[in-house]
């Protein structure tokens, strides 16, 4: 690997280190509101272990063995990280934001300085991967604000590890395969798309640098036993804790599946659809113009072939594995349950974009030596338009006003930021119940009430995707109550409907409800049954 000056070593991590300190220090007074819906489920799941006696009456933490499945290196990271922040679980998200921050940023740097030969370039795109894109799915690629910092997000910050470890002797090969078997458990799905792309990587080398990289038979053979081995951990909690054995009614868990998830998940046509916007230029464009651009060089041209059959074998194994799982569950009369998962994995698929705009730029630098003292300033103002990004003035141009820019540095280092963290009346809905009421009573009410207050809280549609692969039979159950309870015509028969469920409190934006009024916080209202 190419070795760095010092200076410009503790660039790259005086950098990222200001940037990680900004967001951390950004979000010390944070509300529970700025998280994800993802990890608004997930803080609870970690409560429970904390906890087993919470969530007695809970739509899907009744039973922790609902939930032992589900992504444990995430769980487990989160509530060691919640040992320092007196179990305050936001805080505990956002020191493993800190850390992901650090990471993500330095290790991108290193891995896109291993194939491109230009600081100034692997810095610059190392500051472009940050950004946030929306990808189908509901996917996302990039590193953020607090949000951000989910599990495939930890796992991302991750990701270029392996690759950098990856190299002459062998040795060191198996210890790339085993990494990227381990930080698997971080996100499976994201992370079956690193493993794909890992031995896209090694097969493909093999195919166009077969000089550089020979790997026999034996030694693939070994490559994937150390993936395997990594991967170890999520397989045995999953297998272990979810089956696909058929003992409830088919039918009625293909109606609450589709209740609960889109049906694109289920049709990989229009899953692929999502795909069909302007904002897939920004990925198909690089990849397109570094072809072109490296005809004339053998070695550069079979750089751009590897990077589009990357992408190609990334988008279309994902999209293949649903028609498989249903023709597997149809043949052996299972219920297997990846496939709406497993398609997500595209989201990798942006991957080698990013590489392909990384040699474009290496090549115009290249193309005449006298462009290399400009290639500092070119960063130094593409930090500065970042820095006003956030500002009104930005809102409608194209590419800076989006959120592939404007995600990249925190409000406190964004000048005439519109971004403004507040407070809002959920969090202090939040606050009162969690200060008048008991830890024991029943919530019907918003997914976000569940982790922010520890309350047991049911009928919420977030909770209920926890239950596809956790226990499908009360997945079932859930999706008769949303039924039941969406075709009573009148408030007084939800409430009789509610008290079934012994349900103490029910939290709404509905007026005239015939229950005790005990608080309101803006739209808010919270009712004693």
């Known amino acids: ?38 990890i608004q489920n ?22 922790i063995e609902n939930v032992k499945y589900y992504t444990p290196f995430y769980v487990q990271t989160l509530r060691f990280m919640a040992t320092f922040t007196n179990y305050n679980y936001i805080q505990a998200v956002n020191v493993l934001g800190f850390i992901c921050h650090l990471s993500f940023g330095i290790l991108w ?56 470890i990856f190299s002459k002797p062998f040795y060191k090969v198996l210890i790339a395969s085993f990494l ?73 868990f293909e109606k609450a599946f589709h209740t609960r998830i889109p049906d694109y998940f289920s049709q990989p046509f229009q899953f692929l659809r999502q795909w069909l916007q302007l904002k897939t230029l920004f990925f198909i464009i690089p990849l397109i113009l570094f072809f072109i651009l490296s005809f004339k060089n053998q070695d550069q041209h079979k750089k751009a072939k590897l990077l589009v059959l ?74 500065v338009l970042l820095v006003f990004s956030q500002s009104l003035w930005f809102n409608k141009v194209p590419f800076f006003g989006e959120d592939i820019s404007k995600t990249i540095l ?42 922010a207050t520890k309350r047991s809280v049911i009928f919420d549609g977030k909770g209920a995707s926890m239950l596809i692969e956790g226990n499908p039979q009360q997945f079932i159950e859930w999706q008769k109550r949303q039924e039941t309870i969406n075709s009573l015509n009148n408030m007084k028969a939800i409430i009789d409907y509610l008290k079934q469920f012994n349900v103490d409190y029910y939290v709404t934006r509905n007026k005239n409800v015939p229950a005790t009024l005990i608080h309101t916080e803006g739209s808010i209202s919270l009712y004693k049954l």
Not at 42 to 61: G, M, T
Not at 441 to 450: E, F, G, K, P
Request: proline share 4%.
């Open 180 to 252: 990227i078997g381990l930080i698997f458990n971080f996100h499976p799905i994201t992370g079956l798309g690193g493993v794909l792309l890992f031995l896209s990587f090694i097969v493909l080398n093999q195919i166009y640098f077969k000089n550089k990289a020979r790997v026999t038979l034996r030694q693939f053979v070994l490559i994937l036993a150390a993936i395997a081995l990594g991967m170890l951990p999520f397989v045995l909690t999953y297998f272990g804790k979810t089956s696909s054995e058929v003992t409830y009614n088919l039918d009625a």
């Open 410 to 451: 925190p409000h406190n280092l964004s000048v005439f930021s519109t971004e403004k963290d507040t407070e809002l009346a959920i969090d202090r809905m939040s606050k009162y119940i969690n200060k008048n009421t008991n830890q024991s009573d029943v919530l019907c009410a918003s997914y976000i009430y569940r982790g």
């Open 1 to 38: 690997m190419k070795r760095l000056s010092k200076q410009k070593l503790l660039v790259i991590i005086v950098f990222n280190l200001v940037i990680a300190v900004a967001y951390y220090i950004d979000n010390l007074d944070a509300n529970y509101s700025e998280l994800s819906s993802d």
């Open 310 to 383: 990357l992408t190609v074998i990334l988008i279309l194994i994902p999209t293949i594995s649903v028609p498989v799982e249903q023709l597997i569950n149809k043949l052996f009369g299972l219920n297997l349950r990846l496939s709406f998962q497993l398609i997500r994995v595209q989201k990798v698929a942006v991957i080698p974009a990013y590489f392909a705009w990384a040699f474009i730029f290496e090549r115009i630098i290249n193309a005449n030596k006298n462009r290399l003292k400009y290639a500092p300033y070119v960063v130094g103002t593409y930090l």
């Open 109 to 164: 740097f290193f891995l896109l300085f291993r194939f491109v030969s230009n600081f100034w370039v692997a810095l610059l795109v190392s500051i472009l991967i940050r950004g946030i894109i929306w990808l189908p799915g509901l996917e996302i690629w990039g590193i953020s604000d607090l949000w951000t910092i989910m599990p495939r997000t930890v796992y991302i910050s991750l990701l270029p590890l392996p690759f950098l």
């Open 42 to 63: 997930i803080i609870p799941v970690a409560q429970k272990f904390d906890n087993p006696a919470l969530f007695q009456e809970d739509l899907y933490l009744d039973n």
